[in-house]
């Protein structure tokens, strides 16, 4: 069965200081994977994806994520964070064929940042 | 991608009532999915609702705490059964769509059970 691994369940970076967020994931298939973000009271936010093609991909608000197949791992990195990033981050796993296949999501890494 | 509504938004409730939840999607769907978000967590599966047969629950929820409806393909109701404050959660719906879609989900519900 697929799952989802965040090992960090809280992570505090200073403001400016570089950010990796680590999730490993277990498919059966090809996997199609997603970082979210949540701010409290909020609902998800699409940050990345990634199905194929070049495995580092960007997304919003200067976040980026690499896939390494071999490791089974989809990472999400920032160079330099901001106070507004702090939040719930998920990392969930699905399929291509998506109508069919739910996503399945990691239990979440909560960033603080301090200044 | 798919554009889902979703109602309500929030919900005070009192125990031992039932509340039901709506999704509405612009475009036709195969599945739709329930999730529930308890506060602090992650989201965790509800069920699987395929439009003409019963829904597929996961393992820790059953259809008489939270029967589905599936009516159409664009369609789909979750009722929250006879609720504690346990229930006090986010619901929340989702569609898949083949390649580059991805998933969509609606905008939430948010249950507060008194």
């Known amino acids: 069965a697929q799952s989802v691994t965040q090992p960090d369940i809280h992570i505090t970076v200073s403001e400016g200081a570089s950010l990796e967020l680590r999730c490993n994931y277990s498919?059966?298939?090809?996997?199609?994977l997603f970082w979210y973000v949540q701010s409290p009271g909020q609902g998800l936010q699409l940050l990345l994806k990634?199905?194929?093609?070049?495995?580092l991909v960007q997304g919003i608000k200067g976040f980026e994520a690499e896939f390494k197949r071999s490791q089974s791992s989809f990472n999400l990195r920032k160079p330099s964070v901001h106070w507004s990033d702090a939040a719930e981050y998920f990392c969930?796993?699905?399929?291509?064929?998506?109508?069919?296949?739910?996503?399945?999501f990691g239990k979440g890494t909560r960033l603080s940042v301090i200044a | 991608s798919a554009v889902i509504s979703q109602k309500p938004s929030r919900d005070i409730c009192q125990r031992g009532t039932s509340l039901t939840i709506q999704c509405q999607v612009d475009?036709?769907?195969?599945?739709m999915f329930w999730y529930r978000q308890q506060p602090g967590q992650s989201l965790t599966l509800i069920a699987t609702?395929?439009?003409?047969?019963?829904?597929?629950?996961e393992s820790g929820f059953v259809i008489d705490k939270f029967p589905i409806s599936r009516p159409n393909l664009t369609f789909s109701t979750l009722t929250v059964s006879n609720m504690s404050p346990e229930d006090s959660s986010i619901y929340l719906c989702?569609?898949?769509?083949?390649?580059?879609?991805?998933?969509?989900f609606g905008s939430g519900t948010r249950l507060t059970v008194v």
């Open positions: 475009s036709q769907v195969t599945m």
């Open positions: 609702a395929n439009q003409g047969s019963e829904a597929t629950y």
């Open positions: 990634y199905f194929s093609g070049d495995t």
């Open positions: 498919y059966g298939a090809t996997p199609y």
């Open positions: 969930a796993v699905g399929s291509w064929n998506s109508g069919n296949t739910p996503l399945v």
């Open positions: 989702s569609v898949g769509e083949a390649g580059a879609g991805g998933y969509t």
